[in-house]
């Protein structure tokens, strides 16, 4: 669970997800419009928050009102900085969903080495990945959750994947990033519901793998682990008797 902040209310359950900053030298007054601007129009788009905090004070951006400056005292932003187990003048990246859940931290031992509207830019083409789904793939995730995954690989790709003169490739990461992994959720109900291929055979890490399926009396085959793949058992037909014409006497 997220520390409760000092000098923010704690959102209640079911609020919009957050994405809470420790930048250093941040500033309202050091930021240009254009950047403000395009920052609330993601958090619109996104339908999320986002709390920046630094030596200066603490600013709040919703996607419903104007930015907030929170007039507290500078002890208490070193008190939420140690709540989250930020050092003294570093930086910090967490990403809350609405139950008060951290989805994803980054406390670098550097500063931060990208800014807050390319992860929230990065997001927003993660988020845009939805539109391509089918009508049941939707109902994996909800929108609310399909915005926290959004954040955490805009988060991700953008302050600890690869340099941000690879934008382009990282886009690409960052839809096929959200995409896999409502794959592996669609793959999970598939079993759940036992319309997942059971014929699959998974290689265990320190042994061979025993392969599934197999008809009766067949000899034991073992798949060695850096060879195992996906095992296409054919169907086995039970053999039927043939009716006796004879009568009995």
């Known amino acids: 669970m997220a520390p409760e902040l000092p000098l923010h209310d704690q959102p209640e359950p079911g609020s919009p997800p957050r994405l809470v900053a420790f930048v250093r030298d941040w500033s309202l007054d050091r930021a240009s419009t254009a950047e403000l601007t395009a920052i609330s129009a993601r958090l619109r788009e996104l339908d999320a928050e986002l709390l920046v905090l630094s030596k200066a004070g603490a600013w709040s951006f919703t996607r419903d009102r104007e ?12 008190t939420a900085a140690m709540l989250y187990g930020v050092r003294p003048d570093a930086e910090a990246v967490f990403v809350i969903d609405g139950r008060n859940v951290v989805r994803f931290a980054h406390r670098p031992e550097e500063p931060l080495t990208a800014s807050l509207l390319e992860a929230l830019d990065t997001a927003g083409e993660a988020l845009a990945a939805r539109d391509r789904l089918t009508r049941l793939e939707r109902v994996l995730f909800t929108r609310r959750e399909w915005t926290v995954t959004s954040l955490v690989v805009g988060c991700t790709m953008v302050f ?76 086995v037909i039970p053999p039927v008797s043939p009716r006796s014409t004879t009568k009995p006497t």
Request: aromatic letters at 2%.
């Open 160 to 235: 600890v994947g690869r340099s941000v003169d690879h934008r382009a490739v990282r886009m690409d990461d960052a839809r096929g990033a959200v995409v896999e992994k409502l794959g592996e959720r669609l793959e999970r109900r598939r079993f759940a519901r036992g319309t997942g291929p059971v014929a699959t055979c998974v290689a265990s890490t320190s042994r061979g793998a025993i392969t599934p399926c197999a008809p009766i009396g067949a000899a034991l085959t073992i798949v060695p682990r850096e060879t195992a793949a996906r095992i296409e058992v054919p169907r």
């Open 67 to 78: 930015i907030v400056f929170c007039d507290r005292l500078a002890g208490d932003v070193a």
